[in-house]
């Protein structure tokens, strides 16, 4: 069982940088791909980022490369979302996910969730 809680989330001007982070309880966080997923209102899930066990390997969705990059500190079982030059269409919901295998780009693929961190990008 993982258990994940993020933080960091908050309002921000646009333009501005925010850095979630999710910590992870369990012993199996380092051979856990983790991913990251927002939810704006009135829309689906959608996916932003995602990392490989060791961290060498990450994905992100295309119209976020360059903006956002995921990390991970296996040491301390975090994982964090770098987001820089933020715009008002990144304001969501952000959730931390765990994945038993892989570190795909479908939510389908990650078994367990956090809670989620609200961010929100003034104008």
């Not at 969501?92 to 996910?97: E, F, G, M, S, T």
């Not at 956090?114 to 990008?121: A, E, I, S």
Request: aromatic fraction near 10%; charge should be positive; glycine fraction near 14%.
């Amino acid at each position: 069982q993982v258990q994940l809680v993020e933080s960091g989330g908050g309002l921000v001007q646009a333009g501005g940088s925010l850095r979630l982070s999710c910590a992870a309880s369990g012993r199996t966080f380092s051979r856990n791909g983790m991913g990251w997923f927002r939810q704006a209102p009135g829309k689906e899930r959608e996916f932003v980022a995602s990392i490989s066990p060791s961290g060498g390997s990450a994905y992100y969705a295309d119209s976020l490369k360059g903006r956002f990059t995921i990390s991970r500190d296996n040491a301390k079982n975090t994982v964090h979302l770098q987001m820089k030059s933020l715009k008002p269409e990144d304001t969501a919901v952000y959730y931390c996910a765990a994945a038993s295998s892989g570190w795909g780009t479908r939510d389908d693929e990650y078994n367990y969730w956090g809670q989620g961190t609200q961010v929100t990008v003034s104008s």
